[in-house]
């Protein structure tokens, strides 16, 4: 499967941005999405993960009452939502794909998109 992320750019703190991350390829209806960050000199960290139907979601301690997941499985994407922005969620976002049963881990995706970039300024 093919994955391609976009929506990155600049904002202010306490702003918004919602990040798509298209795919095309193998079936998407039939995979659990992730999307993971990483900031400058750190290591690549989870986000947020949404499971094939929708009906779970999950979100690192970080994010969680600011990033929304979802998913639209008849347009083959993925999205991120993410309000309230501080400075430090600036990093490169990726979206990723398993199809395997667990995906919480980042050695348990199997394709990457390319990244997009989110800065926020203070």
């Known amino acids: 499967v093919q994955l391609q992320a976009s929506g990155g750019g600049l904002v202010q703190a306490g702003g918004s941005l919602k990040l798509s991350c298209a795919a095309s390829g193998r079936t998407f209806s039939r995979c659990n999405m992730g999307w993971f960050r990483q900031a400058p000199g750190k290591e690549r960290e989870f986000v947020s993960a949404?499971?094939?139907?929708?009906?779970?979601?999950n979100y690192a301690e970080s994010v969680k009452g600011r990033f929304t997941i979802s998913r639209d499985n008849a347009k083959n994407t993925v999205y991120l939502q993410m309000n309230s922005l501080k400075p430090e969620d600036t990093a490169v976002y990726y979206c990723?794909?398993?199809?395997?049963?667990?995906?919480?881990?980042?050695?348990?995706?199997?394709?990457w998109g390319q990244g997009t970039l989110v800065t926020v300024s203070s």
């Open positions: 949404i499971n094939w139907s929708g009906s779970s979601t």
């Open positions: 990723a794909a398993a199809y395997g049963p667990e995906y919480s881990r980042r050695d348990e995706y199997d394709y």
